[in-house]
């Protein structure tokens, strides 16, 4: 295994990390998709419906390789063999498919990324027991992992770790119903329960060191750099709903604002105008651009980028103890940075008039 070289003055564009980090996806991530699919799709369902639901979440729409690939990098990090991640990483990239769709009807949400959710395509029954197929066929998999030769001590906190999640997990979503549709929101507030939701990413970043044997020191540094990770992937959607005006009018009628918007609201003057927009019975994407083009400029548009860059900055000052080849795990770091330099660039091509609906 080659130690990792520090980088010197060398910064990488969000852009061309996710581009780098495309491949390597691909290359560590699709093995345990893929045998995740066959998994849960070799199960008999009767129900037609049910049936072309779990198909079509497992084949079209669930293309998770970051969960598995993660897994896979950050063993390796403290000298662990990737390999050894994979039957672990079946059944989380199950359970992580299976959070997702109760998220979705949680949060209401009908499409993401200009997909219809299972939700959206199905509705609310039929998406709750594909949950639910994903959930336990997730969990039987992860208790028959001790035959595959992962010690027992090994998964025992494997086990914990992943029944932790979950706790925190829902104990963050009971928060955040508590946020949602409120405009006093403070950003304190919201970073707390973002923390808690980014247990997610920690949990399979401590699997990891696990995995790989690693020391109580190394584990618990493989965690702390997960739960970084996982604030930054949070805040960087909150940023990339804002300029997906139709998420960006979800987030507003349904759900907890997102986190530049509620660092405005702190200012007297922006909240008295941005409220005036909020406060319609009915926000149109037109308003959801006249909100984006109100906060730019805004302190607490900075305040946002400023946090985000401190996150990432922890996160790489928790790598610099790793010892092993940590390129790839800051290059994780490096593409979820929000690129909100180009929100200007963004808001000059959209100009023309935007749909009322």
């Known amino acids: 295994m080659k130690s ?12 061309e990390a996710m581009k780098q980090l495309q491949k390597i996806f691909k290359k560590r991530g699709s093995k345990a998709l893929e045998m995740a699919r066959n998994e849960i799709l070799q199960e008999k ?11 079509y979440f497992m084949t079209e729409y669930w293309n998770d390789l970051a969960r598995p690939t993660l897994l896979s990098l950050a063993c390796e990090a ?6 050894l991640t994979t039957p672990i990483a079946v059944p989380m990239t199950l359970i992580s498919g299976a959070i997702d769709i109760h998220d979705d009807i949680i949060d209401e949400s009908k499409t993401k990324d200009s997909r219809p959710t ?6 609310k029954d039929i998406a709750l027991l594909v949950g639910d197929a994903l959930l336990f066929k997730g969990l039987a998999l992860l208790n028959k992992a001790a035959q ?3 010690p027992q001590e090994q998964m025992r906190k494997i086990i914990d770790t992943v029944k932790n999640m979950f706790f925190e997990l829902g104990d963050a979503e009971a928060l955040e119903l508590q946020l949602r549709r409120r405009r006093d929101v403070s950003p304190e507030e919201y970073i707390h329960v973002v923390k808690k939701k980014a247990a997610d990413v920690e949990a399979h970043t401590r699997i990891s060191g696990i995995l790989g044997s690693g020391s109580e020191k190394e584990i618990e540094v493989l965690s702390e750099y997960g739960r970084l990770l996982g604030m930054l992937i949070i805040l960087r959607d909150d940023w990339i709903d804002l300029i997906d005006f139709n998420e960006s009018v979800h987030r507003i009628e349904r759900e907890c604002l997102p986190l530049p918007l509620l660092y405005a609201l702190k200012n007297p003057e922006i909240k008295y105008e941005i409220d005036n927009i909020l406060m319609k019975k009915k926000i149109a994407k037109r308003d959801a651009k006249a909100v984006l083009r109100i906060i730019y ?10 946090l985000t860059k401190k996150l990432a900055k922890d996160a790489f000052a928790k790598l610099s103890l790793i010892k092993f080849d940590r390129q790839n795990l800051e290059l994780l770091v490096h593409a979820m940075l929000p690129q909100t330099s180009r929100t200007a ?13």
């Open 345 to 357: 660039e963004f808001l000059a091509r959209t100009t023309k008039p935007l749909e009322a609906t």
């Open 45 to 55: 369902i009767e129900s037609k419906e049910a049936r072309e639901a779990l198909t």
């Open 148 to 150: 595959k030769g992962i």
């Open 78 to 83: 403290i000298g662990g063999n990737p390999e």
């Open 297 to 306: 400029n805004t302190e607490g548009f900075q305040e946002y980028e400023n």
């Open 118 to 123: 299972v939700f959206g395509k199905f509705g």
């Open 4 to 15: 990792s070289k520090k980088r010197k003055g060398t910064a990488i564009m969000p852009e």
